[in-house]
Nanobody, 122 residues
Framework: QLQVAESGGGAVQLGGSLRLSCKVSGSSLSYYDIAWFRQTPGKERERIVCFGKISGVTNYVDSVKGRFTISRDHRQNTMYLQMSSLRPEDAAVYYC???????????????WGEGTLVTVSS
């Protein structure tokens, strides 16, 4: 059973940066589509990044393009989400998730972390 666990959330000032980690265990992250989601109270969970294993392509939602970047450390079996130029609207619980590789990219997300909270203060 694949397990994913996020870490690195916390409080950051407006315009600041933060790096979240997604540790994968039970298998190699290189076999899976990996995604980051975020959710604020009263809103649906939003997928902000998807890395597709089959295509090797990373898709970002428009609101984070140019500010958020993912990277992978295969030795640590960890994916990172580097967030910069943070805005108040980026405050949310961030989730890492994974699923079997699909041609639709992140079309079969099954494994979820518990989430890590990011707050942005002015």
């Amino acid at each position: 059973q694949l397990q994913v666990a996020e870490s690195g959330g916390g409080a950051v000032q407006l315009g600041g940066s933060l790096r979240l980690s997604c540790k994968v265990s039970g298998s190699s992250l290189s076999y899976y589509d990996i995604a980051w989601f975020r959710q604020t109270p009263g809103k649906e969970r939003e997928r902000i990044v998807c890395f597709g294993k089959i295509s090797g392509v990373t898709n970002y939602v428009d609101s984070v393009k140019g500010r958020f970047t993912i990277s992978r450390d295969h030795r640590q079996n960890t994916m990172y989400l580097q967030m910069s130029s943070l805005r108040p609207e980026d405050a949310a619980v961030y989730y890492c998730a994974a699923g079997p590789a699909t041609s639709t990219m992140c079309g079969d997300i099954r494994y979820w972390g518990e989430g890590t909270l990011v707050t942005v203060s002015s």
